[in-house]
């Protein structure tokens, strides 16, 4: 359990380090940037995962491409997302997954992804500032989105006062989740 741990980290670390040394803008997102923005308030909270999620810009996709090549990690696209994974046989869970800044994920979304420019520095890395990263998973809101929300609720990093900073389809979803914490 402490290598698969180790190993998400390891691969957070590599991606990270190898795009701000090319100067290309980045956000961890999903479910590091939460344990990033949990572990501010309660490291005993922190839920871990298993991929890496990375907001970036799609104009920079060619040289994000070289950059993580020559880092080390293979190039795919899988089912449309694409994904970097550090051996050609790696399994996609334990890839790292790009999501492009600004762009809706799917074509139905109710929101985009963060913008570039939507983010703060962490203790590794920099991650998606937690409003654009809450927006994000009550976008997606699947059950490891949700979790994720219910995470943050527990440990007050967000409540029903933030439903005012969203859609009404998304404060819904928000408020669904702080009104009923155990469905």
């Known amino acids: 359990m402490i290598e698969a741990v180790e190993a ?9 380090y190898a795009l701000a040394e090319a100067g290309i803008p980045y956000a961890v997102t999903g479910g590091i940037a939460v344990a990033a923005w949990v572990a501010r308030v309660d490291r005993a909270a922190v839920r871990n995962t298993q991929d890496v999620d990375l907001l970036v810009q799609r104009c920079d996709l060619p040289a994000i491409r070289r950059v993580l090549e020559a880092a080390g990690f293979h190039y795919r696209e899988i089912l449309g997302v694409t994904c970097f994974l550090e051996t050609p046989e790696s399994h996609p869970r334990d890839a790292i997954h790009l999501l492009f800044a600004g762009e809706n994920i799917k074509p139905n979304d109710l929101a985009p992804t963060a913008a570039i420019e939507e983010r703060v520095e ?3 890395y920099e991650i998606v500032d937690l409003e654009p990263l809450v927006r994000m998973k009550l976008t997606s809101f699947r059950t490891k989105d949700r979790m994720h929300l219910l995470d943050m609720i527990s440990v007050g990093l967000i409540g029903a006062e933030w439903t005012n900073k969203f859609p009404t389809a998304l404060a819904d979803r928000l408020q669904q989740l702080v009104d009923n914490p155990e469905e």
């Open 8 to 16: 998400v980290r390891r691969r957070a670390l590599r991606a990270t």
């Open 122 to 124: 962490a203790e590794d």
